[in-house]
């Protein structure tokens, strides 16, 4: 999947947050589309020649770690300006960031993404890949149908928590 993708999907997971705690739920939508491309940081674009792509970036561990840093930005910055504990601020964002992370091992899942390619989500735990098989990783439209899919839902998801008996 390519960023569009990567960020419609991000979109899409997180719209029944905005749809349950608005603005709450929007912020965490920010965080998660913010932090849903990390696992490509392997892409050979990015030089960290360690990284073979779709390799541990691509598993829950990572999504842990990415969790981990969120919390402590989140904490870290959040305190002095909002009056809030940091530490909550810090576990919204960290749970955020963790959907991103996994919203980004899902549409991945999606592709076909054979042999090497096939993403292995709880590895080194085990090495069985998730693979739906069910769409081209570098389809324009299926990037594009992602995004706006993702922007249509969180729009809704807003809708219905300004007015639910809209719905
Ligand atoms: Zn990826």
């Known amino acids: ?4 993708g990567h960020q419609g999907a991000a979109l899409l ?13 929007l912020f965490m939508t920010i965080a998660a589309f913010l932090t849903c491309r990390t ?8 030089r960290l020649g360690v990284l073979s792509h779709r390799g541990w970036t691509h598993t829950i561990w990572f999504a842990v770690i990415v969790a981990a840093a969120a919390f402590i930005m989140g904490a870290g910055l959040a305190f002095p300006i909002v009056g809030i504990e940091g530490w909550v601020v810090g576990a919204v ?7 991103g992370v996994l919203s980004h091992l899902f549409a991945d899942a999606l592709t076909k993404g054979r042999g ?13 890949p998730m693979r739906l098989d069910l769409i081209s ?9 992602f995004f706006v899919l993702g922007l249509l839902t969180q729009i809704a998801a807003l809708i219905y928590w ?6």
């Open 1 to 4: 999947m390519f960023k569009r």
């Open 13 to 25: 997971l997180t719209a029944p947050l905005t749809a349950l705690f608005g603005v709450i739920g």
């Open 39 to 46: 696992p490509d940081l392997d892409l050979p674009e990015y």
């Open 93 to 99: 964002v960290a749970l955020a960031a963790y959907l």
């Open 116 to 128: 090497k390619h096939a993403i292995r989500p709880l590895y080194p735990l085990s090495a069985s």
């Open 137 to 145: 990783s570098g389809s324009r439209i299926w990037n594009t149908a």
């Open 162 to 167: 300004s007015s639910p008996s809209i719905f």
